[in-house]
């Protein structure tokens, strides 16, 4: 079935953006579109000078909001939309600067929007947010409709403005906007986390902001943009683990940190991060023991009396890479781990080898892609991890996997990424069950990495579906001694493991930092993900060969 889109545009106003969303539709062999041109209605309002200023401005660092030829569209006014019915057309979308596009009796109108209800891109978006630390950017897909029929938003990508500069995230926002567009009209599976919510109101009568306004804003907020930006590389995490003396369902509704205990593991010239219960044992842990010398990870045990920890045996992966997040699960009495290593570019699935004291490769679900902090769960007779893929952001999409099998063949979830939120996105800790509810920590790094943690409540999650909801927050406590960050929640028993962060600077550790950054542009390794110290495939079971690429629609 061929799904016929009318694109619109302003008639004086074709950015490339635009040109390349037509583009990219067209290389869809189920859609078929048709632009126009709508007319600018005249006005009698006097002109404001800095409404061009956007246009003048940001193209010179952004080139998908340059101007574009002219495409052959014809021209029409807003009243002749309503020409276009369902006999011809199935969807039309709206790229015009004021959301100008009525919709015809029984088609949709589709526009981005920001939760102001204004167009996307228009100005200066998301200006004030880009320079308050914390802040996030909402883009809404949303969708309009006749008299009578309820307006509703399609899908949401959710970022974080703060993290590099003003001009790289809306190159950034552009792309990701642009995907989420061509994904959902071309008629790939949409999310059910928006059941007919109203979207943003439009809004009406704004300007953009003046010459005045405008230096001021960037006057009070300059100083807390840079501060944000660089305060990572200038400052060290000091990362502890700790626990809580009640179980992780308790934490839905007891969401403060006051009560946690927090280990002393003596002087590790680095810091142990991560912490992941070991099935049967309340008083061992597996966790990350990350050293400043050498800028890598390991993996070693870590036995718990009171509020002291020890390190016990180093976990031999036979992995010579940096390794980190070692999510421990049992299944069929044999004890697995899923552990992150960027630097393979792989998701490997590990079982204990008791016999042997070490770890064999099981299977390999993902190849060719740096899957950042991978946490397993069983939902609906499936086996699922759930992943962040660096490629894309290394904070705030989540990324799915399944199989029948933990052998496999593991196949990747047909909406890829499921999720684009830099709230609730990552991963932290082991997914859990509670009156009869399965929650997946993720982790809120609008602020910083690894800054609270939200509880998502699984509502759907099958092969071409996904809809979660936030159902608590967890934030660091403000008195303790992580109170920069909180990362990872994992059940432990009857009691809840954690790890959290505070900024401290220490001039041996920048030191070392400016070392691995000048050896690093010497030597050109593979790039780090955004966290703590720094085209995808399929896999299945074994030691055999690599697996083969993902297909289109994330088969094997």
């Not at 052959?72 to 039309?92: E, H, I, R």
Request: glycine letters at 10%; a positive charge.
């Amino acid at each position: 079935m061929t799904v016929r889109i009318l694109l619109v545009t302003d008639a004086g106003d074709v950015r490339r953006w635009h040109r390349s969303i037509d583009e990219e539709l067209r290389t869809v062999a189920a859609v078929r579109t048709v632009g126009l041109r709508m007319e600018t209605v005249p006005t009698e309002r006097r002109p404001d000078p800095w409404a061009a200023l956007p246009a003048r401005a940001l193209p010179r660092a952004v080139p998908d909001l340059r101007a574009a030829a002219r495409p052959s569209w014809p021209a029409l006014s807003p009243s002749d939309l309503a020409d276009f019915g369902p006999a011809s057309t199935d969807l039309v979308i709206d790229l015009t600067a004021g959301r100008r596009a009525t919709p015809p009796p029984g088609v949709p109108v589709w526009s981005l929007v920001t939760m102001d209800g204004r167009a996307f891109p228009r100005g200066f978006p998301f200006l004030e947010e880009a320079y308050r630390a914390g802040s996030v950017a909402t883009i809404v897909l949303a969708e309009r409709r006749g008299p009578g029929e309820a307006d509703g938003i399609v899908d949401s990508i959710t970022l974080s403005p703060t993290r590099r500069s003003y001009a790289a995230f809306l190159r950034e926002a552009l792309g990701l906007s642009r995907s989420m567009l061509t994904a959902r009209s071309a008629g790939r599976p949409a999310p059910a986390a928006f059941p007919r919510r109203a979207p943003p109101a439009p809004a009406e009568g704004r300007r953009e902001p003046g010459a005045a306004a405008l230096l001021r804003f960037l006057g009070r907020g300059l100083v807390d943009h840079v501060w944000h930006q660089h305060k990572d590389k200038l400052l060290m995490e000091e990362w502890r683990i700790g626990y809580l003396d009640r179980p992780i369902g308790s934490t839905l509704a007891q969401t403060g940190m006051a009560d946690a205990r927090w280990l002393d593991v003596g002087r590790l010239g680095g810091y142990a991060a991560d912490p992941f219960g070991l099935p049967g044992a309340d008083d061992r842990l597996y966790c990350e023991v990350y050293s400043w010398a050498t800028g890598r990870g390991v993996i070693r045990e870590m036995a718990v009396s009171g509020d002291s920890g020890a390190l016990g045996a180093l976990q031999d992966f036979g992995c010579d890479a940096h390794m980190s997040y070692p999510c421990l699960f049992e299944e069929g009495g044999e004890l697995y781990c899923v552990p992150e290593q960027l630097e393979t570019r792989a998701v490997t699935l590990f079982r204990h080898d008791r016999a042997a004291g070490r770890w064999r490769r099981f299977a390999t679900p993902l190849t060719g892609t740096r899957a950042a902090d991978p946490a397993f769960f069983v939902f609906g007779g499936r086996y699922w991890i759930a992943y962040t893929d660096v490629d894309i952001d290394g904070y705030n999409n989540l990324c799915l996997l399944h199989a029948e099998s933990l052998a496999g063949p593991w196949r990747r979830h047909d909406r890829f990424p499921v999720k684009i939120d830099v709230r609730s996105a990552r991963s932290a800790g082991t997914p859990f069950w509670h009156d009869g509810a399965l929650y997946r920590p993720a982790q809120d790094c609008s602020l910083t990495y690894g800054g609270a943690i939200a509880l998502n409540r699984i509502r759907v999650c099958t092969p071409d579906a996904y809809e979660e909801e936030v159902a608590a927050v967890l934030r660091p406590d403000p008195a303790g001694p992580a109170r920069h960050g909180l990362h990872t929640l994992s059940r432990w028993g009857g009691r809840t493991l954690i790890d959290g962060k505070q900024y401290a600077f220490s001039l041996p550790v920048l030191g070392r930092k400016v070392m691995r950054k000048l050896s690093g542009r010497l030597a050109r390794p593979v790039p780090a993900v955004a966290g703590k110290g720094s085209g995808p495939g399929v896999g299945g079971a074994g030691e055999g060969p690599a697996p083969q690429a993902f297909s289109e629609r994330g088969g094997a």
